[in-house]
């Protein structure tokens, strides 16, 4: 699943997702992604750090954190100290803005592998 509420990246990311033969799920909306979450059951949530309307993805973490979600967070942006404590413990993944997605399908295979 991809949350992004920057299009071009997340139609770009989603392209780049289902040509590796993943089948994608995409929202840049904060209530839809709250739906589509338990609905579709995704096996990785990549997910900007900040979305639109005040929203960003640490809430969204943090509803479903007990879940077993896979989360990839992406960000050109300063992170929480919350969020440094999830990934210095592998409770999630961080890329900074811009990534590549050779780096992005490297850490969904080391995610998929565990």
Do not use: R
Request: charged share 35%; glycine share 4%; hydrophobic share 35%.
């Amino acid at each position: 699943m991809v949350i992004e509420d920057e299009a071009i990246i997340a139609l770009d990311l989603s392209y780049k997702l289902i040509d590796k033969g993943f089948t994608v799920y995409q929202t840049d909306d904060y209530y839809k992604a709250l739906e589509y979450i338990p609905d579709k059951k995704p096996d990785i949530i990549i997910i900007d750090l900040k979305l639109k309307h005040g929203y960003n993805g640490m809430d969204i973490y943090n509803k479903y954190k007990d879940d077993d979600y896979k989360f990839i967070f992406i960000s050109g942006q300063d992170h929480t100290k919350e969020l440094d404590e999830l990934i210095e413990t592998g409770k999630v993944q961080f890329i900074d803005k811009p990534f590549t997605f050779e780096d992005l399908f490297k850490k969904i295979n080391s995610i998929l592998d565990n």
